[in-house]
């Protein structure tokens, strides 16, 4: 079930609603920082403590996750999965959710939430993100393509907001 427009702040707002520790990173990370970029999915690194994953496992209950798998299988996520550091690639009826046990240089929760601003979405919703300057130097370590194409966008949101 491929949502027919994608929506991550309704994922967002899910994450939220449950309790969920998490951080913003990726393309929604800039948009939310004002980047004029357009991103195809919602990055987020969770807290791995297991309450945590326990309201996570939750939310994505609701959010009717389950991992994008070439085979067309129904593969839900698994509190083992959501304890690991590794990348959960999810679909939600909402659109497509990555969870990130750690980014980068094994940054996880606690290592990147000094890097973290909260940011106000909507009325209703405030969530945690990575710093425009922390989620560039994470795009400039990463040094994937996508990145490396998006970064000029990045740096010169930062210089016009530090004006």
Not at 154 to 158: A, K, S
């Given at each position: 079930m491929e949502?027919?427009q994608?929506?991550?702040?309704?994922?967002?707002?899910?994450?939220s609603?449950?309790?969920v520790?998490?951080?913003?990173?990726?393309?929604?990370?800039?948009?939310?920082?004002?980047?004029?970029i357009?991103?195809f999915?919602?990055d987020?690194?969770?807290?791995r403590?297991?309450?945590?994953v326990?309201r996570?496992?939750?939310?994505?209950k609701?959010?009717d996750?389950?991992h994008r798998?070439?085979?067309?299988?129904?593969?839900?996520?698994?509190e083992?999965?959501l304890?690991s550091?590794g990348?959960?690639?999810?679909?939600?009826r909402?659109?497509?959710?990555?969870l990130?046990?750690?980014?980068?240089?094994?940054h996880g929760y606690p290592?990147l939430?000094p890097d973290?601003v909260?940011?106000?979405?909507s009325?209703?919703?405030?969530v945690?993100a990575?710093t425009?300057?922390a989620l560039?130097?994470e795009?400039e370590?990463?040094a994937r393509?996508k990145?490396?194409?998006?970064?000029?966008i990045?740096?010169?949101?930062?210089e016009?907001k530090?004006r």
């Open positions: 949502p027919s994608p929506d991550p702040l309704l994922i967002l707002q899910a994450m609603e449950h309790g520790e998490f951080i913003v990173v990726g393309g929604v990370c800039g948009v939310l920082h004002g980047a004029p357009t991103t999915d919602l987020l690194v969770h807290s403590e297991p309450g945590n326990a996570l496992l939750a939310a994505l609701e959010l996750a389950r798998d070439p085979g067309g299988r129904t593969i839900r996520p698994t083992a999965l304890l550091p990348h959960q690639l999810l679909m939600t909402h659109g497509p959710l990555d990130l046990g750690e980014i980068g240089r094994h290592e939430l973290t909260t940011v106000t979405v009325k209703d919703l405030r945690r990575l425009l300057a560039i130097r795009k370590a990463a393509a990145d490396k194409a998006v970064l000029p990045l740096r010169r949101t930062l016009e530090s």
